[in-house]
């Protein structure tokens, strides 16, 4: 073997060595990314489920005439009024909030416009420790789905962002299936 063998081998398995650290490298700084993805995904899950979960009535729920009203009309102060879940822009009744013990969202329809952070919260409104670089918001659109009329369901829009510019949407759909159930 001469010394420009040597030479040549050397700066061949040199080369080889710097691209596999190279990868590592590459791999190690970003092996935080899929939690902070997995993580926004959760929080959007999560908040998606809490809007779905809420009753999609034609009255508020506060509303006397919430159980047996047959439409919007019903309400009290009747289409269009301030108890009128489907009245424009949709969003929630004065006084109601999302971490609000006495005047919670209580509709599917309140959730529209809602904007958490930066920091996710609760239902209480306390912090939930490592999600402070979270925002969320939240957006609810009458969407016809098939044959159901766009005033009988809802497409709910949820997006998170996260840390390094990470974002989330998720879309899942409402339908007033029965318009008085209540909580």
């Known amino acids: 073997m001469t010394l420009v063998e040597l030479i040549i ?12 650290l190279t990868v590592l490298d590459l791999a190690t700084r970003s092996s935080a990314d899929p939690m902070i993805q997995k993580q926004a995904l959760a929080v959007a899950e999560a908040m998606l489920e809490e809007a779905q979960l809420q009753p999609f009535t034609h009255c508020d729920p506060d509303d006397p005439n919430a159980a047996n009203a ?28 999302r971490a609000s013990a006495t005047t919670p969202y209580d509709n599917v329809s309140d959730y529209n416009g809602l904007v958490v952070g930066p920091g996710i919260t609760d239902l209480t409104g306390a912090a939930i420790a490592g999600l402070n670089a979270y925002t969320a918001s939240v957006s609810v659109a009458n969407q016809a789905l098939g ?37």
């Open 9 to 20: 081998f050397i700066v061949v398995v040199g080369t080889a060595v710097m691209g596999v």
């Open 70 to 97: 047959l439409g919007a009309a019903d309400c009290t102060g009747g289409a269009g009024g301030a108890n009128d879940e489907s009245r424009l822009p949709l969003g929630p009744e004065a006084g109601e909030t």
């Open 147 to 183: 044959v159901v009329p766009a005033a009988d369901s809802l497409l709910i829009t949820v997006t998170v962002t996260g840390p390094g510019d990470t974002t989330v949407v998720l879309h899942g759909y409402r339908v007033r299936y029965a318009p008085n159930a209540l909580p």
